[in-house]
């Protein structure tokens, strides 16, 4: 079992920046790639960045590329997303997930096993 917590959502303005974090426990943590998914109101969960067990290897949605940056701490137990040049569209409530380590890092929610309970980022124009 792992349990995930995120935290650092909040309220900035189009063009600034924002850092969460999801901090895990439970099982080895080192073991699963982890990923960032977000969930705007009327639309259905969609994949946002994924980080492999080793941190070597990345992944991330087209609209994102270029402004966020995923990254994990396993001596921590943290993984982390940082958020520039936020747009209004990046408004959502997001989510990190853990996921076994499969060689790649995938991009479907059913294939995240465990799930925290979400941090609201919201971003005025």
């Known amino acids: 079992q792992v349990q995930l917590v995120e935290s650092g959502g909040g309220l900035v303005q189009a063009g600034g920046s924002l850092s969460v974090s999801c901090a895990a426990s439970?099982?080895?943590?080192?073991?699963?790639?982890m990923g960032w998914f977000r969930q705007a109101p009327g639309k259905e969960r969609e994949f946002v960045a994924g980080?492999?067990?080793?941190?070597?290897?990345?992944r991330y949605t087209d609209s994102v590329k270029g402004r966020f940056t995923i990254s994990r701490d396993n001596a921590k137990n943290t993984v982390y997303l940082q958020m520039n040049s936020l747009k209004p569209e990046d408004t959502a409530l997001y989510y990190c997930?853990?996921?076994?380590?499969?060689?790649?890092?995938?991009?479907?929610?059913?294939?995240?096993?465990?799930w925290g309970q979400g941090t609201q980022v919201t971003v005025s124009s």
């Open positions: 980080i492999s067990w080793s941190g070597i290897t990345t």
């Open positions: 439970g099982r080895t943590f080192s073991s699963y790639a």
């Open positions: 997930a853990a996921d076994r380590d499969r060689g790649w890092i995938s991009q479907k929610r059913y294939d995240y096993e465990y």
